[in-house]
């Protein structure tokens, strides 16, 4: 796992950094220069013609590093700088110094200059920037997005917030991007993932003992992180002792969403799975996956409570919401499941129209107890329900929303989004990233159903959520690779499959 920090934490890890090494910081400088530098050499080995654009601040500092150390490899390299370099100040005024005299030829910004480029480094702003864009830099970066020539940002692409991962427009469009010491928020979450195109870390020896009291605002979680943990099973595994998942969901209209959590549960590894669903959709269910015991929860007598009782099973946690619906039948089955989960103190996730009942539920009794363990799966416009705040406020931190629910409901939050964020009231963990392609239905119904497998197969809710949001990831990448539209959730199950057994 990899932390994630804001700017000005990493401002003082790095001084902490140099300090404890008995460097100058000009030092992380040169160091910053040469990882981009050798990025740069590694991913485009046949690149001669170099533009460099420079801002005013240490980015710029970073770029004049990455250019000196070209020149000496023979590569032409043009300067654009759209501050004067006479006026850098600190560890930039130093590199410039020591790149001054090899008289670089220096050009104003131009669409002409970009076009002829065989890459063009982006060293306008890095962590400093904030505001709106300024000056000429608006029209630069969409000279730059323009010319159509590959882009290698420093740190991050301009135009990027560090600490927040939105993006200012215009901002740069990367091809590559050279993250410096530890990652930043916005590459790991928000429309920043779009624009870094391949991230790469150089951590400049700086590490973990540096971390100088700088608590990182999360931790980014990847698949190789995690697989390791979903627990062995042995030869003589039967399928009682492999997990029982109920799942509760899908009226009339929606009779997929719980369909998909159910094969997805038995396809990650569930012994047994019992689902309730609208009886309209059974013989549907039946067809999609022999495998479940599906069972029809007859509106006129409401009898999930009957059904309880004519299956006295042990149920070792539920699954409650996909496709529920809004209609008085899903209110019914959500009260009834939702009690039931609490009776039984079986961990219970929340997903879909389950959290719109939760939270009406909620405002009608706001003492209203809550099952536990209670993992709850929004989307923005959910969370934003959840916490009575505008969905905007969410979408500009998504990570303090997870964290609120967190705090708020006592549970486990998963926040959906491009970098999915989670958080149990402790730590903040970051899985997934963004793909196009998921954008689609029903891959939240098979994270759900994920999720709740890897729990009755003995993980714990919160490692299972994060082990699940990161094999869903992969699969969903899997099974997109370079198709940005079309994939449909039910292809994911497949790819699940075969992740869970790695
Ligand atoms: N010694 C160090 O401090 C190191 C810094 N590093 C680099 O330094 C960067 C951070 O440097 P700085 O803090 O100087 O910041 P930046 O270089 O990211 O940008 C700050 C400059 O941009 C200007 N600016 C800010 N917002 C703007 C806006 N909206 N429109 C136009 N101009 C704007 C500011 O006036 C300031 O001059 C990192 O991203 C990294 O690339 C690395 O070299 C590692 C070592
Ligand atoms: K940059």
């Given at each position: ?11 003082v ?15 992380l ?30 980015n ?12 000496e490899?023979?590569?032409?390299v043009t ?6 370099l006479?006026?850098l100040?600190?560890d ?10 090899l ?14 480029a ?15 864009l ?5 029209e ?12 290698l ?10 600490d927040?991962g939105?993006?200012s427009?215009?901002h ?8 410096f010491?530890?990652?930043k928020v ?5 429309e ?8 790469h870390?150089a951590?400049?020896?700086v590490?973990q ?18 697989i ?9 595994a039967y ?10 969901g ?7 969403a ?10 990650s ?5 019992t689902?309730?669903?609208h ?14 015991m ?11 409570n009957?059904?309880i009782?004519?299956n006295?099973k042990?149920?070792?946690a539920?699954?409650l ?25 079986m961990p ?6 389950g ?5 009406l539920f ?7 107890e ?19 705040w ?14 609120a629910i967190?705090?708020?409901?006592n ?7 491009a970098?999915?964020?989670?958080a149990d009231?402790?730590?903040v ?5 963004a793909h ?14 994920l ?7 003995g993980m ?6 994060r ?11 899997e ?9 449909l ?5 497949e790819?699940?499959?075969y992740?869970?057994?790695?």
């Open positions: 796992m990899h932390p994630v920090f804001k700017a000005d934490s990493i401002k890890i790095e001084q902490a950094a140099a300090k404890a090494q008995g460097f100058a910081l000009f030092e400088m040169q160091r910053a220069g040469r990882a981009a530098y050798d990025c740069l050499e590694r991913e485009w080995p046949l690149a001669h013609r170099i533009v460099v654009v420079t801002g005013s601040g240490n710029a500092g970073d770029g004049l590093v990455l250019a000196r150390l070209a020149t490899a023979g590569m032409q300067l654009v700088p759209i501050k004067p006479d006026e100040r600190g930039a005024a130093t590199a410039w110094k020591q790149l001054e005299s008289n670089l030829t220096q050009r104003e910004p131009d669409a002409m200059i970009f076009e002829q065989d890459v063009i480094v982006d060293a306008l702003l890095g962590t400093g920037f904030n505001g709106q300024r000056d000429n830099y608006a630069v970066i969409e000279q730059i997005n323009q010319a159509g020539i590959p882009v940002a420093l740190d991050l692409p301009s135009g990027v917030y560090a927040s939105l993006c427009e215009p740069i469009q990367a091809d590559h991007t050279v993250s010491i530890f990652y916005c590459q790991v979450i928000n920043g993932l779009a624009a870094q195109g391949e991230l870390l951590s400049l020896g590490s003992s540096h971390f100088h009291q700088q608590q990182p605002v999360a931790w980014k979680q990847s698949y190789s992180d995690v390791d943990e979903i627990p062995e099973r042995s030869a003589t399928k009682h002792a492999c997990g029982h998942l109920l799942c509760v899908s009226d009339f209209t929606m009779g997929g719980i369909m998909l959590a159910t094969e997805t549960a038995l396809r590894g569930a012994g047994l799975v689902t309730f669903l009886p309209d959709n059974r013989s549907a269910a039946l067809g999609f996956c022999p495998e479940a599906w069972h029809g929860v007859a509106f006129e007598e409401l009898s999930f009957s059904l009782d004519a006295p042990h149920f070792d539920m699954v919401g996909p496709g529920l619906g809004r209609s008085e039948w899903g209110r019914q089955v959500f009260e009834q499941s939702f009690a039931f989960a609490r009776q039984q103190k219970c996730l929340i997903d879909g129209d959290l719109y009942w939760l939270q909620l405002e009608q009794e706001p003492k209203l809550l099952p536990q363990p209670l993992i709850v799966t929004p989307h923005v416009g959910e969370a934003a329900r959840l916490l009575s505008d969905t905007a406020k969410v979408s500009e931190d998504r990570i303090s929303a997870a964290q967190a705090d708020g409901y549970c486990i939050c998963l926040l959906k989004g970098g999915t964020i989670l009231g402790q730590q963990v970051i899985a997934g990233g196009p392609a998921m954008a689609t239905a029903g891959l939240g119904d098979v994270l759900s159903g999720i709740g497998s890897l729990i009755v197969q714990s809710p919160w490692d299972a959520t082990v699940a949001t990161s094999i869903h990831f992969t699969a969903g990448v099974v997109a690779r370079d198709r940005v539209r079309g994939m959730a039910s292809e994911l199950i790819s699940i499959h992740w869970v057994n790695r």
